[in-house]
């Protein structure tokens, strides 16, 4: 089974529509964090959670939000979703503190597009 | 602002052909960098890191270079495969710090 896994896929939804994004993992990890891929952009750091408590904007979250619900479950919702949302949003895991230098594993991927 | 930029943007290249991929950064204090694979569709999955003491570090037919001096680094891949084709991400991790600085990655496609 996949370490990080991410659901939906995909997702097709409408302008102003209120879509959820979830993310769980088996690593064990305390840290999860959110991206989202444009073409010719690269990885953006939406929100980031270093334990349950503990919530972080990134660079981009206007638009967004979070909740960590367990260790193991971060899931990310558009309020109203608008066109420019539309992108490849990716889940992330790390563990600063395992000897493998805070590497990030990622989940496979939602394809979120907002018509 | 820490910054990491990636060349070239693009890349094509017959399939047994060497290339090499170059990552310039200024994120500071520096701490790692890695590479990260990106196939279509997938997540990115880390190929190699280095660290402020490591200059060269193989993963197989992947060799990541590192000068800390410069900020630079580069990945050179050797005799390269249909499955290379993927997009190449340089991530640096600056002292202190959790959050990683992305590159935009370099998109290699190989040719038969």
């Known amino acids: 089974d996949a370490d990080v896994t991410q659901t939906p896929r995909n997702r097709i939804t409408k302008t102003g529509k209120r879509i959820m994004l979830e993310c769980s993992q088996t690593k064990g990890h305390d840290r999860m964090y959110w991206y989202r891929q444009d073409p010719g952009l690269g990885l953006r750091l939406i929100y980031y959670?270093?334990?349950?408590?503990?919530?972080n904007k990134g660079e981009i979250s206007d638009g967004y939000s979070v909740s960590r619900q367990a260790q193991a479950k971060f899931s990310l919702s558009l309020e109203s979703a608008i066109p420019n949302q539309t992108a490849l949003y990716f889940c992330?895991?790390?563990?600063?503190?395992?000897?493998?230098?805070?590497?990030?594993?990622f989940g496979p991927g939602t394809r979120l597009t907002v018509l | 602002k820490n910054q990491v930029e990636q060349s070239p943007q693009s890349l094509i290249i017959l399939e047994g052909k060497n290339c090499t991929l170059q990552c310039n950064y200024t994120v500071s204090p520096f701490s790692n960098l890695r590479w990260y694979k990106q196939d279509t569709g997938r997540g990115p999955v880390s190929l190699t890191i280095m660290t402020f003491s490591e200059n060269t570090k193989s993963n197989g037919r992947y060799t990541a270079t590192l000068d800390a001096d410069t900020k630079q680094s580069s990945l050179h891949i050797t005799a390269s495969q249909l499955s290379d084709s993927a997009s190449y991400i340089c991530v640096v991790l600056s002292g202190g710090s959790y959050i990683p600085t992305f590159g935009r990655g370099t998109s290699l496609i190989v040719h038969p």
């Open positions: 959670s270093f334990d349950v408590k503990d919530i």
């Open positions: 992330a895991t790390s563990d600063p503190f395992s000897g493998s230098y805070n590497e990030q594993f």
